[in-house]
């Protein structure tokens, strides 16, 4: 690993300050340090966020539930206040990766760094959420751009996401054997007038899937979705999975995650 | 005093290892040491037109930087194969040369161009990354079954073949085969799976410049035979001149068996530069470089009459070595596996030829179980096909087979001592409710999952190994092992041995042989292995051996003690020796109940003197002071551990996944010596077989980079990917040994791979898939299984 300044700002302003080009916020460390160990990325400056105590926390009002960027996996995996909101959330913090991972790994990086494989991006988008950075809000939908690419600007900060409350919802996922993220995970989100089903892991960056969220607004059973067939052919293919077999599953667990609402 | 020979005693080392207070290489720090970076080639196969290294000299910290001219100029030896193998034809293997240093061919990516010595590990790191070197690179041979089409990698090596390999009877199998009322056939993939100890390789290498004596600290499963292949091929140093070291060792399952390239290099370099080196794998070094294990590519017949007995069995099989013949490289897929592939049962007539090939991938060589598993998952996927298609229940054909009479001669070489293969069977049969399954299977069904059940019955060869045996057979060293017994003058005892535990619970187990054997408190008995300056030669630990063939040297060196001991006890007691009795550590004349402890008469035998007046010595005339004794123990055969293991797993056709439900291990290991120990050994195996079977898999792309070069892509199976096994034991004794053990720490990975894969493919309805039984590739068998059960509908 290449050598760098290692920075601990108490607050939002002096991290923001200390950004620059060359540097990254450092959270759970769970990417940015095997990357940095690998030599794929190097920084000068690495600005810990942790001891931002603004940053982390969990807030539930009627309408959302709002996470701080740093809080880790597991305090939302055994929040009670998520269980009692949004159960499906819950069980996506802890069903990341593995303990080590969920004991360190935050929900900041998680989305920031917009893995095709990650599960919160997929929470983001079913549950219309909302991030709030240290300029600005950006709904999800127009967060994740593309394969590890989001809205953030340069040295912009992720302060919380604020998930709407749906009124059902389930996230179902078939884990990559190796590294536990997603070969294909789907976020079913019941609201009040409408269905998204969010998939990550089968393309490039998380999506929507427009046919199968409108077949479940109109009616919400698997029987609605019974017989579509999806096309593969933008889907991730590698070692685990094809992306015919990718198809097959984001179906397959479409249906799941209705049964299991 | 109760025995302490199959007793559930605690491992001793647990304390040091579970509360991080083990030493490993990686603990070991010398003053003033330097740290190495090894320059590696990216390419599966290329010349190397250059290597410059002016920027690596001249950047901080470096103290040296040596590339494989170097080393040829010294004269540094390369690796070795450790057994010569004949081809059919009569001629001797063919074997490239390995320098440690590739001087002018890369033939495996990760192979070692360079190394660089710097005074801090980021300054080796980064100076390594500024050796530049010239390659030319050349389309690499990657695939087992497609090595012997290609173009030859090694120089005056035709069609990359190592040898042609047979064993048996051609001729005898072609007219067995011509009385068969079915051919049973099988097209199998051994899966090329990846070590993965806990611990990474790593070496602390200490030279002293007055003495001229290297000290090399290292992660060995047998730190002796490092030491004489380092000194008689390596010609690193002369072997009094060389200390081998191998402290604490996390896991090794025979990769780490073999003297690797770093090893040699920091030991040469070491007196080179007149400093101390430290060198530690990083993982993906270890993904890269240590010796993977299995990659058999297999074609097996088995002739059957329509009644289910066996006639016949072929076996024509390309085994990948990998660029380079290692230690075990060449035997592990020919006398470790041929053998052993008529499995337990009566063959009349049998062959197995194997044709060994290099490819520009790591050198495969021994992976737990070495040749065994690949024979087992061979015979077992024919007969479990068999019962399927002649439709008779799959323990019965088993049962149908299974010798009756012990000694078992078998097919191809071994007579095999001692067994009960009927009664195994049985017992696993009612430990997992075998009769029950059809019920299980229903639920399973209404459900929406489909269910399989699959049965392997097994033998191996191990304990190895007889030495006049094996080195008729190619084998460069003689695999006895040896002991030494020291009585301390105040009653403690070190028992040294030349095997050496990388996990295996030496410490505890071999304790208990000797307290035992002596009559003296566990906690008195101190084993002493992993050094070539403690105690006497030694052959390591690898083949299920330690306890069958290094047991027994601390057996006999223990036997000697007491013999002495009794000797010296007549005197003290003055009484003739056959007087007395040796019982629970206490020599007592039988007559009189007058005693001396052991201790007392070890007490003695160092003081042999008296402060009174008239001298008295407690000594018989002639006798030396002292109580060592030292014994080597070359087994007259090798061990054979049995059983049969039943495995029930449960699929969901829309996702592919398979769980296993149940697992059940029936095995004989003859006498337990620490229950506790060989079901932890028996755990381990299983997993790790399961591992093979639904897990694991090495993958090259067509270039020869290695994709599976982290856990981000390698499947290493975890906790939550098995049920609570349930283990059972009949048990026969060896007759090769007198403690009539036979072995334990390979059966779990020997067995498992084809009961699970039969239990795969019986829930799949018979349709075959290979190993691993990813997800993606069963999700695919269960829509067949759909539009064939549609259509038959
Ligand atoms: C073995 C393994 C398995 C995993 N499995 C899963 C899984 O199943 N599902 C899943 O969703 N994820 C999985 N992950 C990812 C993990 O959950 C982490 O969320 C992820 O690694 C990043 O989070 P982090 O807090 O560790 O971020 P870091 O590694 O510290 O940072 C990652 C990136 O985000 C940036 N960043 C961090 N916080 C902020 C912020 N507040 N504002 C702006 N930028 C920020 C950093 O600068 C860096 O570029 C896995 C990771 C590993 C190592």
């Given at each position: 690993?290449?050598?760098?300044?290692?920075?601990?700002?108490?607050?939002?302003?002096?991290?923001?300050?200390?950004?620059?080009?060359?540097?990254?916020?450092?959270?759970?460390?769970?990417?940015?340090?095997?990357?940095?160990?690998?030599?794929?990325?190097?920084?000068?400056?690495?600005?810990?966020?942790?001891?931002?105590?603004?940053?982390?926390?969990?807030?539930?009002?009627?309408?959302?539930?709002?996470?701080?960027?740093?809080?880790?996996?597991?305090?939302?995996?055994?929040?009670?206040?998520?269980?009692?909101?949004?159960?499906?959330?819950?069980?996506?913090?802890?069903?990341?990766?593995?303990?080590?991972?969920?004991?360190?790994?935050?929900?900041?990086?998680?989305?920031?760094?917009?893995?095709?494989?990650?599960?919160?991006?997929?929470?983001?988008?079913?549950?219309?959420?909302?991030?709030?950075?240290?300029?600005?809000?950006?709904?999800?939908?127009?967060?994740?751009?593309?394969?590890?690419?989001?809205?953030?600007?340069?040295?912009?900060?992720?302060?919380?996401?604020?998930?709407?409350?749906?009124?059902?919802?389930?996230?179902?996922?078939?884990?990559?054997?190796?590294?536990?993220?997603?070969?294909?995970?789907?976020?079913?989100?019941?609201?009040?007038?409408?269905?998204?089903?969010?998939?990550?892991?089968?393309?490039?960056?998380?999506?929507?899937?427009?046919?199968?969220?409108?077949?479940?607004?109109?009616?919400?059973?698997?029987?609605?979705?019974?017989?579509?067939?999806?096309?593969?052919?933008?889907?991730?293919?590698?070692?685990?999975?094809?992306?015919?077999?990718?198809?097959?599953?984001?179906?397959?667990?479409?249906?799941?995650?209705?049964?299991?609402? | 005093?109760?025995?302490?020979?199959?007793?559930?005693?605690?491992?001793?080392?647990?304390?040091?290892?579970?509360?991080?207070?083990?030493?490993?290489?990686?603990?070991?720090?010398?003053?003033?040491?330097?740290?190495?970076?090894?320059?590696?080639?990216?390419?599966?196969?290329?010349?190397?037109?250059?290597?410059?290294?002016?920027?690596?000299?001249?950047?901080?910290?470096?103290?040296?930087?040596?590339?494989?001219?170097?080393?040829?100029?010294?004269?540094?030896?390369?690796?070795?194969?450790?057994?010569?193998?004949?081809?059919?034809?009569?001629?001797?293997?063919?074997?490239?040369?390995?320098?440690?240093?590739?001087?002018?061919?890369?033939?495996?990516?990760?192979?070692?161009?360079?190394?660089?010595?710097?005074?801090?590990?980021?300054?080796?790191?980064?100076?390594?990354?500024?050796?530049?070197?010239?390659?030319?690179?050349?389309?690499?041979?990657?695939?087992?079954?497609?090595?012997?089409?290609?173009?030859?990698?090694?120089?005056?090596?035709?069609?990359?073949?190592?040898?042609?390999?047979?064993?048996?009877?051609?001729?005898?199998?072609?007219?067995?085969?011509?009385?068969?009322?079915?051919?049973?056939?099988?097209?199998?993939?051994?899966?090329?799976?990846?070590?993965?100890?806990?611990?990474?390789?790593?070496?602390?290498?200490?030279?002293?410049?007055?003495?001229?004596?290297?000290?090399?600290?290292?992660?060995?499963?047998?730190?002796?035979?490092?030491?004489?292949?380092?000194?008689?091929?390596?010609?690193?140093?002369?072997?009094?001149?060389?200390?081998?070291?191998?402290p604490d060792v996390g896991g090794g399952f025979g990769s780490k068996i073999n003297v690797y390239n770093e090893e040699i290099i920091c030991s040469w370099a070491s007196k080179k530069i007149e400093r101390p080196i430290k060198w530690i794998a990083?993982?993906?070094?270890?993904?890269?470089?240590?010796?993977?294990?299995?990659?058999?590519?297999?074609?097996?017949?088995?002739?059957?009459?329509?009644?289910?007995?066996?006639?016949?069995?072929?076996?024509?099989?390309?085994?990948?070595?990998?660029?380079?013949?290692?230690?075990?490289?060449?035997?592990?897929?020919?006398?470790?596996?041929?053998?052993?592939?008529?499995?337990?049962?009566?063959?009349?007539?049998?062959?197995?030829?194997?044709?060994?090939?290099?490819?520009?991938?790591?050198?495969?060589?021994?992976?737990?179980?070495?040749?065994?598993?690949?024979?087992?998952?061979?015979?077992?996927?024919?007969?479990?096909?068999?019962?399927?298609?002649?439709?008779?229940?799959?323990?019965?054909?088993?049962?149908?087979?299974?010798?009756?009479?012990?000694?078992?001669?078998?097919?191809?070489?071994?007579?095999?001592?001692?067994?009960?293969?009927?009664?195994?069977?049985?017992?696993?049969?009612?430990?997992?409710?075998?009769?029950?399954?059809?019920?299980?299977?229903?639920?399973?069904?209404?459900?929406?999952?489909?269910?399989?059940?699959?049965?392997?019955?097994?033998?191996?060869?191990?304990?190895?190994?007889?030495?006049a045996v094996v080195m008729s057979l190619g084998c460069g060293v003689g695999l006895w092992e040896s002991s030494e017994v020291r009585f301390n003058p105040t009653g403690q005892v070190s028992v040294f041995t030349g095997a050496h535990s990388h996990?295996?619970?030496?410490?505890?187990?071999?304790?208990?042989?000797?307290?035992?054997?002596?009559?003296?408190?566990?906690?008195?008995?101190?084993?002493?292995?992993?050094?070539?300056?403690?105690?006497?030669?030694?052959?390591?630990?690898?083949?299920?051996?330690?306890?069958?063939?290094?047991?027994?040297?601390?057996?006999?060196?223990?036997?000697?003690?007491?013999?002495?001991?009794?000797?010296?006890?007549?005197?003290?007691?003055?009484?003739?020796?056959?007087?007395?009795?040796?019982?629970?550590?206490?020599?007592?004349?039988?007559?009189?109940?007058?005693?001396?402890?052991?201790?007392?008469?070890?007490?003695?035998?160092?003081?042999?003197?008296?402060?009174?007046?008239?001298?008295?010595?407690?000594?018989?005339?002639?006798?030396?002071?002292?109580?060592?004794?030292?014994?080597?123990?070359?087994?007259?055969?090798?061990?054979?551990?049995?059983?049969?293991?039943?495995?029930?797993?449960?699929?969901?056709?829309?996702?592919?996944?398979?769980?296993?439900?149940?697992?059940?291990?029936?095995?004989?290991?003859?006498?337990?010596?620490?229950?506790?120990?060989?079901?932890?050994?028996?755990?381990?195996?299983?997993?790790?077989?399961?591992?093979?079977?639904?897990?694991?898999?090495?993958?090259?792309?067509?270039?020869?980079?290695?994709?599976?070069?982290?856990?981000?892509?390698?499947?290493?199976?975890?906790?939550d990917n098995f049920p609570e096994f349930n283990l059972g034991f009949t048990c026969t004794h060896a007759t090769s040994n007198p403690l009539g053990v036979k072995g334990c720490g390979e059966a779990g990975a020997i067995a498992s791979p084809p009961?699970?894969?039969?239990?795969?493919?019986?829930?799949?309805?018979?349709?075959?898939?290979?190993?691993?039984?990813?997800?993606?590739?069963?999700?695919?068998?269960?829509?067949?299984?759909?539009?064939?059960?549609?259509?038959?509908?």
């Amino acid at each position: 690993m290449k050598t760098f300044n290692y920075h601990t700002p108490k607050d939002v302003k002096e991290a923001s300050k200390l950004a620059s080009s060359s540097s990254a916020f450092l959270a759970g460390g769970m990417t940015s340090v095997p990357s940095m160990k690998l030599g794929l990325a190097t920084y000068k400056d690495i600005i810990d966020i942790k001891h931002i105590k603004k940053l982390s926390g969990i807030k539930v009002s009627g309408k959302s539930v709002t996470i701080g960027a740093t809080t880790k996996h597991v305090d939302v995996a055994t929040s009670k206040e998520v269980k009692k909101a949004i159960p499906s959330l819950a069980k996506l913090a802890g069903g990341i990766g593995d303990a080590q991972v969920r004991n360190r790994g935050t929900v900041g990086g998680s989305i920031a760094n917009n893995d095709p494989s990650a599960c919160y991006p997929s929470a983001c988008m079913a549950l219309n959420a909302i991030i709030h950075t240290n300029n600005r809000k950006i709904e999800a939908s127009k967060f994740f751009k593309g394969m590890f690419e989001t809205a953030l600007k340069k040295g912009e900060l992720i302060e919380a996401v604020e998930f709407q409350i749906p009124e059902k919802s389930n996230y179902q996922k078939h884990p990559n054997p190796a590294s536990r993220y997603a070969i294909v995970g789907v976020y079913l989100a019941k609201h009040k007038k409408e269905v998204n089903v969010a998939v990550t892991g089968a393309k490039s960056s998380v999506y929507i899937d427009k046919d199968l969220s409108k077949k479940l607004s109109s009616s919400f059973s698997s029987s609605a979705i019974d017989g579509i067939e999806l096309d593969s052919s933008e889907m991730n293919s590698d070692i685990h999975a094809s992306g015919e077999f990718r198809a097959s599953l984001v179906l397959t667990y479409a249906k799941k995650a209705v049964e299991a609402c | 005093m109760a025995s302490l020979v199959g007793s559930r005693v605690e491992r001793k080392e647990d304390k040091r290892l579970l509360t991080g207070k083990g030493r490993y290489t990686a603990d070991i720090n010398i003053a003033n040491q330097t740290y190495a970076a090894f320059v590696r080639s990216p390419h599966a196969r290329a010349k190397i037109k250059k290597v410059d290294t002016s920027k690596a000299l001249k950047a901080s910290g470096v103290v040296s930087v040596l590339t494989g001219e170097e080393i040829a100029t010294d004269k540094i030896g390369g690796l070795i194969a450790g057994w010569a193998i004949r081809s059919e034809d009569g001629s001797e293997m063919k074997v490239p040369a390995n320098p440690p240093l590739a001087k002018d061919n890369a033939n495996f990516v990760g192979e070692p161009i360079a190394v660089v010595f710097a005074e801090t590990l980021d300054e080796a790191r980064a100076a390594a990354d500024l050796v530049s070197v010239d390659y030319k690179v050349l389309k690499g041979v990657i695939n087992t079954g497609d090595a012997m089409k290609s173009e030859a990698i090694h120089d005056g090596i035709d069609k990359n073949l190592c040898y042609d390999w047979l064993l048996g009877d051609r001729k005898a199998v072609e007219e067995a085969f011509a009385k068969a009322d079915k051919i049973i056939k099988v097209d199998l993939i051994n899966n090329r799976l990846v070590p993965n100890a806990m611990e990474p390789r790593a070496c602390v290498v200490d030279y002293n410049t007055a003495s001229e004596e290297i000290t090399l600290y290292t992660t060995s499963q047998n730190p002796h035979l490092s030491r004489l292949i380092m000194s008689a091929f390596g010609g690193v140093a002369p072997e009094n001149k060389l200390r081998v070291v191998a402290p604490d060792v996390g896991g090794g399952f025979g990769s780490k068996i073999n003297v690797y390239n770093e090893e040699i290099i920091c030991s040469w370099a070491s007196k080179k530069i007149e400093r101390p080196i430290k060198w530690i794998a990083e993982r993906t070094e270890s993904f890269l470089t240590d010796t993977h294990g299995r990659d058999h590519v297999t074609h097996a017949e088995l002739a059957v009459t329509n009644d289910g007995k066996f006639l016949g069995f072929k076996n024509e099989t390309i085994a990948n070595l990998g660029a380079y013949a290692r230690v075990f490289g060449t035997v592990t897929p020919t006398y470790l596996f041929g053998p052993c592939a008529t499995g337990v049962y009566t063959i009349p007539a049998a062959y197995s030829n194997v044709k060994a090939v290099y490819t520009n991938t790591a050198p495969v060589d021994a992976y737990r179980g070495a040749g065994r598993p690949e024979a087992t998952y061979t015979i077992e996927r024919l007969v479990e096909k068999a019962a399927m298609e002649l439709g008779i229940d799959r323990t019965e054909i088993r049962m149908k087979n299974f010798p009756t009479e012990f000694p078992f001669k078998q097919t191809l070489v071994h007579t095999v001592d001692s067994g009960d293969y009927v009664s195994g069977l049985k017992k696993a049969k009612e430990m997992a409710d075998y009769d029950g399954f059809e019920a299980r299977r229903k639920k399973s069904e209404s459900n929406g999952k489909l269910r399989g059940i699959g049965v392997s019955s097994y033998f191996e060869a191990c304990g190895i190994a007889p030495s006049a045996v094996v080195m008729s057979l190619g084998c460069g060293v003689g695999l006895w092992e040896s002991s030494e017994v020291r009585f301390n003058p105040t009653g403690q005892v070190s028992v040294f041995t030349g095997a050496h535990s990388h996990g295996q619970g030496h410490d505890t187990t071999f304790a208990q042989i000797a307290a035992d054997e002596l009559g003296v408190p566990l906690e008195t008995i101190d084993v002493v292995h992993g050094d070539t300056d403690k105690g006497t030669f030694g052959m390591g630990t690898y083949g299920s051996r330690s306890l069958a063939v290094g047991g027994i040297a601390i057996v006999n060196a223990c036997k000697k003690i007491v013999a002495k001991g009794k000797r010296v006890a007549a005197k003290m007691l003055e009484v003739n020796e056959d007087e007395i009795d040796f019982k629970d550590g206490e020599f007592v004349v039988t007559k009189s109940n007058k005693k001396k402890t052991i201790g007392e008469v070890a007490f003695a035998c160092y003081l042999p003197g008296s402060r009174d007046s008239e001298f008295k010595s407690p000594l018989p005339e002639g006798e030396e002071p002292g109580l060592i004794e030292t014994s080597f123990f070359d087994p007259a055969n090798f061990s054979f551990p049995a059983g049969s293991h039943i495995a029930e797993v449960e699929i969901d056709p829309e996702t592919g996944e398979v769980k296993v439900e149940k697992y059940t291990a029936v095995d004989d290991f003859g006498r337990i010596v620490n229950p506790l120990v060989v079901e932890g050994q028996v755990h381990g195996g299983i997993a790790q077989g399961i591992g093979q079977a639904l897990h694991e898999n090495t993958e090259y792309d067509e270039t020869g980079q290695l994709i599976t070069a982290s856990y981000m892509d390698y499947t290493m199976p975890r906790a939550d990917n098995f049920p609570e096994f349930n283990l059972g034991f009949t048990c026969t004794h060896a007759t090769s040994n007198p403690l009539g053990v036979k072995g334990c720490g390979e059966a779990g990975a020997i067995a498992s791979p084809p009961t699970i894969m039969n239990a795969v493919i019986d829930a799949l309805g018979g349709q075959e898939i290979s190993m691993p039984a990813t997800a993606e590739k069963v999700w695919r068998a269960c829509k067949l299984l759909k539009k064939t059960n549609s259509k038959a509908a």
